[in-house]
């Protein structure tokens, strides 16, 4: 078990510096067990450990794994742009946590996006020897045809790639729009298939990671949830 002084599990929570934990708890803002703690360096073991602040019940985290329905023109960096960045959907304490998005989605790419401050997680789930497949439905500006999807499955050469690239799995699913599933993450991808495919992308919404699906999540446009450990093991 990990045991950590009060001032240090408040700042590893994202609450604020080390200073302002300390003065909160200085001030009686912080309870446990129900009751009121003053001092900052008093240490308490962060298994399952709750606290109360500002009459808001916390539960301690390690780290965070976070999944978010993106919503369209939001860019992904933490220092966008153009666009509002993702950081702007979530509450402040992620960012003092200093939570990274876990690869990019385009700013006018909607659907699901995970975001962590685990580093060790978001190395692994971006590494692409690990072929975690990704789930997009595409909107697309002609009609969707057998071609079209044979073209997608045995390969296509995009500019600047050695070989050609290929769909682990594609299928129609109505005249404008299908379901397809790469394991590549390469930069614009599906907008790039479908253009050497004689083709274009009009919409695209990511639906899922791994065998994590944005339905099961059943979050709005904009909506965020914490991923527990079960929903974690979906993405391996």
């Not at 709750?50 to 960096?77: M, R």
């Not at 965020?224 to 391996?236: A, D, T």
């Amino acid at each position: 078990m990990a045991k950590l002084s009060l001032d240090r599990i408040l700042q590893s929570q994202g609450i604020g510096t080390r200073k302002w934990c300390r003065q909160l708890i200085e001030e009686g803002e912080v309870q446990i067990g129900g009751e009121i703690i003053r001092d900052p360096r008093a240490s308490f073991e962060t298994d399952d450990l709750q606290f109360t602040l500002f009459d808001e019940i916390w539960s301690f985290h390690a780290h965070v794994y976070i999944a978010l329905n993106k919503p369209g023109n939001i860019e992904c960096s933490r220092k966008p742009s153009h666009h509002p960045g993702v950081m702007s959907l979530l509450p402040e304490q992620f960012g003092w946590r200093d939570v990274q998005a876990i690869g990019r989605l385009d700013h006018d790419t909607t659907g699901l996006l995970l975001l962590t401050d685990d580093g060790a997680f978001n190395h692994a789930m971006s590494s692409p020897k690990r072929h975690i497949p990704k789930t997009y439905l595409a909107t697309t500006h002609e009609p969707v045809t057998a071609g079209l999807i044979d073209k997608l499955l045995s390969g296509v050469k995009l500019h600047d790639e050695p070989t050609p690239l290929a769909a682990t799995m594609c299928r129609q699913v109505a005249e404008f729009q299908l379901e397809i599933i790469l394991e590549q993450g390469k930069y614009h991808q599906v907008k790039r298939m479908l253009a050497a495919a004689d083709n274009h992308c009009s919409a695209l919404e990511r639906i899922a990671i791994g065998e994590l699906t944005l339905s099961s999540l059943q979050l709005a446009l904009g909506e965020w949830c914490l991923l527990n450990h079960e929903q974690r093991g979906l993405l391996r």
